[in-house]
């Protein structure tokens, strides 16, 4: 088993910055591709930005530019840096982590194992 914490999140006003953490542990070696979703008041959860161990990166079109996705696999942590945050990012952001190698894909949310129980990021106007 994998246990992920997110933190970081907050209220900041739009066109600021945030930067979340999320800290692995457990299994943490079983870990392989891991990934930020998100999900808003009223929509269903939607894909973010993906990692894999070794450092190749995916991010969704409307963050992509503002966003940046990160690991430290010494210290088992995912990041994300947000910059230029707008109301329409507020949501409750999730980390996940995949384990297979082969079956991962980083834009879907049947392919990862584990959970994060999120971070609130509230953008205000």
């Keep these: ?7 970081g999140g ?3 006003q739009a066109g600021g ?3 979340l953490s999320c800290a692995a542990s457990g299994r943490t070696f079983s870990m392989n591709g891991m990934g930020w ?3 808003a008041p ?26 940046t996705i990160s690991r430290d696999n010494a210290k088992n942590t ?8 707008k109301p329409e990012d507020t949501a409750v952001y999730y ?3 995949g384990v297979s190698r082969l079956l991962w894909i980083p834009r879907s949310q049947a392919t990862y194992n584990y959970w994060g ?9």
């Design 1 to 7: 088993q994998v246990q992920l914490v997110e933190s």
């Design 10 to 12: 907050g209220l900041v």
């Design 17 to 19: 910055s945030l930067r």
């Design 37 to 39: 979703f998100r999900q």
């Design 42 to 67: 009223g929509k269903e959860r939607e894909f973010v930005a993906a990692i894999t161990s070794g450092g190749s990166t995916n991010y969704a079109d409307s963050v992509k530019g503002r966003f």
């Design 78 to 85: 995912l990041f994300l840096q947000m910059n230029s945050l």
């Design 95 to 97: 980390c996940a982590a």
């Design 117 to 125: 129980q999120g971070t609130q990021v509230t953008v205000s106007s």
